[in-house]
T-cell receptor, first 111, second 111 residues
Framework: AQSVSQHNHHVILSEAASLELGCNYS??????LFWYVQYPGQHLQLLLK??????LVKGIKGFEAEFIKSKFSFNLRKPSVQWSDTAEYFC?????????FGKGNQVVVIP | EAGVTQSPTHLIKTRGQQATLRCSPI?????VYWYQQALGLGLQFLLW???????NRGNFPPRFSGRQFPNYSSELNVNALELEDSALYLC??????????FGPGTRLTVL
C-alpha cells in the first residue's frame, strides 16, 4: 500500500517569504502525485498534479512542485507567499485508484 | 459546472444509531470515493464505487458500507455508530482514473 510523509506540520512565515513543503511517498507502482489545498472554511481543492512528463509541474496561484523519482519526493514551492495562502496543504499519492494522503501542513502567512 | 455536492452538512447522532450520508458527483463522473478526515488521523480512504459496483475499500469495519445509484450518486451508511466515528466525511468524484475532485464534506458528530 502507498504512503505519504509530510514534515513541518506547522509553518508560519511572513508575506513575500518563500515556501517549500516537503513530501515523500512510498509506492511501488506508477505514481500519480497531487497537492491539494484546504483554505479556511472551504473544501479540499486541487493545487497541482503530476502524472508523467516534465517533472516540474506548475499549478494554480503561482505554486509549483518537482517530482524527483530517485528521492521519492514531490516538494511544493512558492517563491513569494501572500496572506491568502494561509491554508492546510496535503500531498497525496494515487495507487489502485485510491488516494493516500499525508498528515498535512498547516501554513500561516502573517501580513 | 456544479462541483461535488454532499448532504447533510452536519449530522448529529448518538452511539448505536445509523448515519446515512449522500453525495452527488460532478456531471459526467462515474467514480465516487469516500474518505474520512478524523482529528489526528488525517484523510483516510474508505470506499470507491464505479459504475454501481464497490471496487475497493480501505481498512474500515463492515459497518461502513454504501452504494452507488444508476445516476452515479452515492450513499455512505455507518451502522452501530461509535464515538470515534465522529469526523468529516469527504466525497470525491472522477471520470475513470483521472483526478479526484472533492465535495465540502459532511461533519458527523456522535454523542
Amino acid at each position: 500500500a502507498q504512503s505519504v510523509s509530510q514534515h513541518n506540520h506547522h509553518v508560519i512565515l511572513s508575506e513575500a517569504a518563500s515556501l517549500e513543503l516537503g513530501c515523500n511517498y512510498s509506492y511501488g507502482g506508477t505514481v500519480n502525485l497531487f497537492w491539494y489545498v484546504q483554505y479556511p472554511g472551504q473544501h479540499l481543492q486541487l493545487l497541482l498534479k503530476y502524472f508523467s512528463g516534465d517533472p516540474l509541474v506548475k499549478g494554480i496561484k503561482g505554486f509549483e512542485a518537482e517530482f524527483i523519482k530517485s528521492k521519492f519526493s514531490f516538494n511544493l514551492r512558492k517563491p513569494s507567499v501572500q496572506w491568502s495562502d494561509t491554508a492546510e496543504y496535503f500531498c497525496a499519492v494515487k495507487g489502485n485508484n485510491r488516494l493516500a494522503f499525508g498528515k498535512g501542513n498547516q501554513v500561516v502567512v502573517i501580513p | 459546472e456544479a462541483g461535488v455536492t454532499q448532504s447533510p452538512t452536519h449530522l448529529i447522532k448518538t452511539r448505536g444509531q445509523q448515519a446515512t450520508l449522500r453525495c452527488s458527483p460532478i456531471s459526467g463522473h462515474t467514480s465516487v470515493y469516500w474518505y474520512q478526515q478524523a482529528l489526528g488521523l488525517g484523510l483516510q480512504f474508505l470506499l470507491w464505487y464505479d459504475e454501481g459496483e464497490e471496487r475497493n475499500r480501505g481498512n474500515f469495519p463492515p459497518r461502513f458500507s454504501g452504494r452507488q445509484f444508476p445516476n452515479y450518486s452515492s450513499e455512505l451508511n455507518v451502522n452501530a455508530l461509535e464515538l470515534e466515528d465522529s469526523a468529516l466525511y469527504l466525497c470525491a468524484s472522477s471520470f475513470g482514473p483521472d483526478t479526484q475532485y472533492f465535495g465540502p464534506g459532511t461533519r458527523l458528530t456522535v454523542l
